[in-house]
């Protein structure tokens, strides 16, 4: 199976900061990458898909890149309303396997 | 508007059996990927499965921690997303999404595995 690791776990910023999570898998993925948010009590929201492409309706503010095994997103100004837990998701192949999540503060 | 609505969760006891539900609706279900991921008081996402639509036979995929205890169907007609649970473990409490899965085009043809959209989450407690 492959193995997805973020860094950090966790992170402090202020608001208006850019930000940026790392999300690395154990063996190529191509782009076959997701990042979601999820904000304390709600259900995850699909934010990236295939490592750089942005789904329908979130804010351009969010950006992703990355390819192979090392993939980033980044909040270039980050907002009150972005405190949330990020994931990234593998889906190169079954089993399809999550990130153990970052989760973000404001400073 | 796709919408997708779970029910079926509860409380049942280690070794019991329980069935979700997901109701769908807003996008053709039939030619739809399906997939349920779960999530533990606390803890981070978890892939449970995947079944492919009725063109490409209703295949079926599971992660490792409960193949060969649970399983998914669908009823095109109802349609409907199911997850059959067995012999549960305290170590299955959490709250189950059901998900549709999204894909994008490549050059190769269609790719998918991501979830585009989300259930409000069914809430499954294994306890004694």
């Known amino acids: 199976d492959i193995q997805m690791t973020q860094s950090p776990s966790s992170l402090s910023a202020s608001v208006g900061d850019r930000v940026t999570i790392t999300c690395r898998a154990s063996?190529?993925?191509?782009?076959?990458l997701a990042w979601y948010q999820q904000k304390p009590g709600k259900v995850p929201k699909l934010l990236i898909y295939?490592?750089?492409t942005l789904q329908s309706g979130v804010p351009s503010r969010f950006s992703g890149s990355g390819s192979g095994t090392d993939f980033t997103l980044t909040i270039s100004s980050l907002q009150p309303e972005d405190v949330a837990t990020y994931y990234c998701?593998?889906?190169?192949?079954?089993?399809?396997?999550f990130g153990q999540g970052t989760k973000v503060e404001i400073k | 508007e796709v919408q997708l609505v779970e029910s079926g969760g509860g409380l049942v006891k280690p070794g019991g059996s329980l069935r979700l539900s997901c109701a769908a609706s807003g996008f053709t279900f039939s030619d739809a990927w399906m997939s349920w991921v779960r999530q533990a008081p606390g803890k981070g996402l978890e892939w449970v499965g995947r079944?492919?639509?009725?063109?490409?036979?209703?295949?079926?995929d599971y992660a490792a921690p409960v193949r060969g205890r649970f399983t998914i169907s669908r009823d095109g007609s109802k349609k409907t997303l199911y997850l059959q649970m067995n012999s549960l473990k305290t170590e299955d409490t959490g709250v189950y999404y059901c998900t549709k899965v999204g894909y994008h085009y490549e050059t190769s043809g269609f790719f998918g595995g991501y979830f585009d959209y989300w259930g409000q989450g069914a809430v499954v407690t294994v306890s004694s």
């Open positions: 295939a490592a750089s």
């Open positions: 063996q190529g993925i191509s782009n076959y």
């Open positions: 998701q593998n889906y190169n192949s079954a089993p399809w396997t």
């Open positions: 079944i492919k639509s009725k063109t490409e036979d209703e295949t079926t």
